[in-house]
């Protein structure tokens, strides 16, 4: 993109100073901008996506959700198995939705996707979830995907705040245990991405599932995110001291000081394996780290996370943009090596960047996340099909099937364990949020 990087200087020294809760309102003009961007969000999060999954995801004959659809909207569930990660974004999805709602088909989406983590995925004798069931059930593959883990915990406690279910939260507590128990690193801090089923180390190239590395910022940026959402609800002075943690952690160790991108694999001693570049992962830890610095109450670890997020914002801006404001999907140390641009780096980035705006005040961060919605709703919303396109290529076009390493071909997905309702969903709710604090939106309320 040309648009040249904005300089910190003392724009971020000043955004560290100011009250970290308390966002300032926007001035005039930008409010109509915030106005209308969050109006277009909440339309879209309510008029498209929701309706979305609530057509056309539910496996009627086997409970559940389908396992795979593709762009063409075919339905391709067999042999593909049902996937505790799509059960818990749709879980968090439908739960966050009726909490801000409160309409009764979210609720009954929420408890059905529910009924399908703990009926499915929930492992009867070493506890945690399954990364994946046959429709009876039946385990295909148990191994404890750390990053499968968090995100039931993330979406176990979404579920509490909306409903009050206690067993609900105990199940989240239950997961935590268990991760603090047997993937929690005492010698070098942080957690190792992959265990056995019954919670062991195995060989480190035993999984696959995010680049074979003993640790990944990949789970620690959602082990961060999974924390604070619990931390929401359950106060443990146990859980907070290894959120602080965590917390740092990122900070000095997944985040490279010099470059402000994210170091995607290290080995247990945290160090890098490789030099690639996930410019969607960059913008989505921005405000994840803010926000988790808040929820631990901590003004100083919070102005550091606001600095950080900001410098990031920057980079990506510079680095990983197109000049039609799509982000590319990985990069290197020379620039874009993909610039195929996914769904959920474009969701990443719209909130991103309406957070730096948020801390620093400065025009040219709205106009960037303005930009990234109208990249999404010029590209990206199937307005045939309803949702979001999963992959486009740098000049827009859908990828309607995905290159295998064998040289074949697949149907790219619509619906799978990867593709689900929770980044676009969540960056809406966002959206909206952060405009109503901005003083440009007014509370969600329920449909009449």
């Keep these: 993109m040309t648009t040249p990087r904005i300089l910190l200087g003392g724009l971020a020294l000043a955004a560290c100073l100011a009250p970290v809760d308390t966002p300032a309102a926007a001035p005039a003009p930008e409010q109509a901008q915030l106005a209308r961007l969050a109006a277009g969000a909440e339309a879209e999060l309510r008029g498209d996506i929701l309706p979305f ?23 391709r569930d067999d042999p593909i198995p049902h996937g ?26 929420a408890r059905w996707a529910y009924a399908d983590l703990v009926g499915r995925f929930v492992d009867g004798k070493y506890g945690g979830l399954y990364w994946s069931a046959r429709a009876d059930g039946t385990p295909v593959d148990a191994h ?64 696959r599932l995010l680049g074979g590395a003993p640790k990944s910022q990949n789970s620690h940026i959602h082990i961060l995110e999974g924390f604070t959402n619990l931390l929401r609800v359950w106060p443990d002075e146990g859980l907070r001291a290894r959120q602080r943690e965590l917390v740092l952690l990122v900070m000095t160790r997944i985040i490279d000081p ?81 610039m195929d641009k996914e769904w959920w780096e474009q969701a990443e980035a719209a909130v991103g960047f309406l957070n730096a705006y948020q801390i620093t005040g400065a025009p040219a961060y709205l106009a960037d996340s303005r930009r990234s919605w109208r990249f999404i709703q010029d590209r990206l919303v199937d307005r045939v099909n309803g949702d979001w396109h999963n992959t486009l290529t740098r000049d827009g076009t859908v990828i309607m099937r995905s290159r295998e390493s064998d040289g074949g071909s697949f149907p790219s997905a619509k619906l799978s364990v990867w593709k689900c309702p929770y980044h676009n969903s969540r960056s809406c709710m966002e959206i909206v949020e952060r405009a109503r604090e901005l003083g440009a939106a007014p509370a969600a309320a329920a449909s009449p």
């Design 258 to 338: 010099h470059t402000h991108h994210l170091v995607l694999f290290m080995k247990d001693d945290w160090t890098p394996i490789g030099d690639e570049v996930s410019y969607g992962h960059d913008i989505e830890l921005s405000w994840l780290l803010v926000e988790a610095t808040q929820v631990l109450g901590d003004p100083a670890l919070t102005a550091r996370a606001r600095a950080i997020a900001v410098q990031i914002a920057d980079v990506t801006r510079a680095e990983g943009v197109d000049a039609d404001g799509g982000v590319y999907s990985e990069g290197g140390p020379k620039g874009p090596t993909n």
């Design 53 to 75: 999954w609530l057509r056309n995801s539910r496996d009627r004959e086997h409970g559940g959700f389908h396992s795979f659809i593709g762009e063409d909207m075919a339905v």
């Design 84 to 109: 505790a990660l799509l059960t818990s974004r749709i879980l968090w999805t439908f739960s966050a939705a009726y909490r801000l709602y409160r309409e009764p088909q979210y609720l009954e989406m």
């Design 144 to 207: 404890k995907q750390v990053y499968g883990q968090v995100f039931g915990i993330y979406a176990l406690s979404e579920y509490y705040r909306a409903t009050g279910e206690k067993a609900a939260l105990d199940q989240a507590k239950a997961i935590y245990s268990l991760i603090e128990a047997n993937a929690h690193d005492p010698v070098n801090g942080g957690y190792f991405d992959s265990l056995t089923r019954d919670w062991k180390r195995g060989a480190p190239d035993r999984r």
